[in-house]
């Protein structure tokens, strides 16, 4: 899955999870898509976790060291999120 973006995995992801849903497919074919699913969110959760590293170093501390922080949000970043869209 090389060059793979995340909402590309997730769109798969999600095609996957209607198509077992539906209850339409033999058996064989349905653990066939259900590995595939359980691959892509292996992959969704692998770019997620690299995103969020990235985010947790580009918050750094004040004094321009780039440690990793959690990633939180508070009242205020909700709201700001919410106002914008």
Request: with cysteine; charged share 40%; aromatic share 4%.
């Amino acid at each position: 899955m090389p060059n793979l973006k995340f909402e590309e995995a997730l769109g798969r992801l999600e095609e996957i999870v209607k198509t077992l849903e539906k209850g339409e497919l033999p058996l064989e074919e349905s653990l066939k898509i259900f590995e595939e699913g359980v691959r892509m969110s292996k992959t969704c959760l692998k770019m997620l976790d690299e995103a969020e590293k990235k985010v947790e170093i580009l918050l750094g501390d004040k004094n321009g060291k780039k440690q990793p922080k959690p990633f939180a949000l508070t009242e205020d970043t909700e709201e700001r999120t919410a106002d914008s869209d």
